[in-house]
């Protein structure tokens, strides 16, 4: 079950105001026995409810309340003496010339309490509103906020390429794939003196997750990892290599983690160095 729907559903706000159904009171009364959560939004919910009525309450005036007790009348025994009882006096009432008010009154005080339950109501729904709009904008600040570091990272990744190839001596070597990859270029800025390596992939074809792309360095005949890399377009900075003189670049397909020996049925790119 979803609780913060459920909770946003306005079915709490129902209960509390006693317009909820019966099957609906049954399933909060059930839920908030079982949820915390639910639990806490529906004291909160009362609370909220009781403040806003006492807040807005307003206490009769003293002649009004005094009107109304004027028309209320209690049984009053009175002491009689012989004489009264022998000759019993029979008193006439006038019947009064207004009618009581009290009904009156306490129909205007149930009024005024439907109207405060219904203000509440609009209060309890706005603020629930305000709240969704406070998550919402709390959830595109943090989309934001990737999107900068994203932004950050790149153009601290550009800035390092940049000086890379600022730096004499630094080669551009473009790889192009064979008929394993057709669609792959991607190009490998490598300094012989500082040994710096970076890729600048264009387009690699996708691999299982399983399997990542395994750069080889060639010197002599003989293969030198050079690192692995996923075929994420954009720049990868790798490890320095330290072989010195390069004769050529390679690229395989092995397994996630890398090989200690290049597969030559998985040679998707070749390329040779200027100084081989």
Not at 74 to 100: H, I, N, S, Y
């Amino acid at each position: 079950m979803n609780v913060a729907e459920y909770i946003a559903s306005g079915t709490l706000e129902a209960y509390i105001l006693g317009a909820a159904s019966d099957q609906e009171r049954r399933e909060v009364e059930c839920l908030s026995s079982i949820y915390p959560e639910i639990k806490q939004e529906l004291d909160q919910l009362a609370l909220a409810l009781e403040d806003y009525a006492m807040a807005l309450s307003v206490e009769p005036p003293v002649a009004l309340r005094e009107q109304i007790m004027s028309q209320l009348t209690f049984g009053v025994t009175q002491k009689t003496t012989a004489a009264d009882e022998e000759e019993p006096e029979t008193k006439v009432l006038p019947m009064p010339d207004t009618r009581p008010i009290y009904n009156f009154t306490w129909i205007a005080a149930a009024s005024v309490g439907l109207l405060l339950l219904a203000f509440s109501f609009f209060l309890i729904t706005r603020l629930r509103d305000n709240q969704q709009a406070l998550a919402s904008l709390r959830s595109t600040n943090a989309a934001l906020q990737q999107d900068i570091n994203a932004l950050k990272t790149q153009q601290s990744s550009s800035s390092q390429v940049m000086a890379l190839l600022r730096q004499p001596g630094t080669q551009i070597i473009q790889l192009k794939g064979n008929e394993k990859a057709p669609d792959g270029n991607l190009a490998v800025y490598w300094n012989q003196q500082t040994g710096q390596l970076a890729l600048d992939i264009s387009s690699l074809p996708a691999l299982p997750s399983s399997q990542q792309y395994q750069l080889w360095t060639l010197k002599g005949g003989k293969p030198f990892d050079a690192g692995v890399f996923d075929p994420i377009t954009g720049v990868h900075h790798l490890h320095p290599i330290q072989q010195g003189t390069v004769d050529a670049f390679a690229i395989t397909i092995e397994q996630r983690g890398g090989s200690p020996t290049p597969h030559l049925e998985s040679l998707i790119a070749m390329t040779p160095t200027k100084a081989s």
